[in-house]
């Protein structure tokens, strides 16, 4: 089975903080992507990553960078956290297009 | 008009009876959706894909696809408790094929 790893299971960080999560996946998978999941508000994508070192745009960017240095491992960044970052961060990968994702068991930050 | 639209529920069926949650999409030409159960607090799972036009059965789970009337459905017969969670439609992005658009979820509730 496709494991998506996510460093933290919860977190708790300062408003101002920059903030760092990790997501690795084992399958040699070529997407990645980086959701934030709110009450009411549904997955929205952040940002998604079709090859090393490539990015794209999702919804809702700002506020947010990533990285891609190895296939397998797709970071979020959140250069100076505020409070209404707080949410649950989902990290999923795909093989190609049209083929579905798998999910990490994501982190939750709370921004205070 | 959103890509993919759902009904937020919830909604509630008795133990043993089918459960009929259903989605709507704005492309026609969309070839592809997934269904994934997520259960309070965690990740979504995978748990149903359809490509054609029909029915796709899966043990008590029945994806439906409609192209011409633009829906997707996911039956569970003999529903139990253990399914009550919040069940994503998801839907290939008009942009671009690699991303998928997600329905804001049907909260499903059997119960006793």
């Known amino acids: 089975d496709v494991k998506v790893t996510q460093s933290s299971r919860y977190l708790v960080k300062r408003t101002g903080e920059k903030v760092f999560l990790e997501c690795v996946q084992d399958m040699d998978h070529e997407n990645m992507f980086w959701y934030r999941q709110d009450p009411g508000l549904g997955l929205r994508l952040i940002y998604f990553s079709y090859d090393v070192k490539m990015k794209e745009k999702g919804d809702i960017p700002e506020g947010y960078s990533v990285s891609r240095e190895k296939k397998e491992r797709f970071s979020l960044i959140l250069e100076s956290a505020s409070t209404n970052q707080t949410s649950m961060y989902l990290c999923a990968s795909s093989p190609y297009a049209g083929y579905g994702y798998t999910f990490g068991s994501g982190t939750r930050l709370t921004v205070v | ?112």
């Open chain 2, 1 to 112: 008009q959103k890509e993919v639209e759902q009904n937020s529920g919830p909604l509630s069926v008795p133990e043993g009876a089918i459960a009929s949650l259903n989605c709507t999409y704005s492309d026609r030409g969309s070839q592809s959706f997934f269904w994934y159960r997520q259960y309070s607090g965690k990740s979504p799972e995978l748990i149903m894909f359809i490509y054609s036009n029909g029915d796709k059965e899966d043990g008590r789970f029945t994806a439906q696809l409609n192209k011409a009337s633009q829906y997707v459905s996911l039956l569970i017969r003999d529903s139990q408790p253990s399914d009550s969670a919040t069940y994503l439609c998801a839907g290939p992005n008009t942009g671009t094929a690699s991303k998928l658009t997600f329905g804001t979820g049907t909260r499903l509730q059997v119960t006793l």
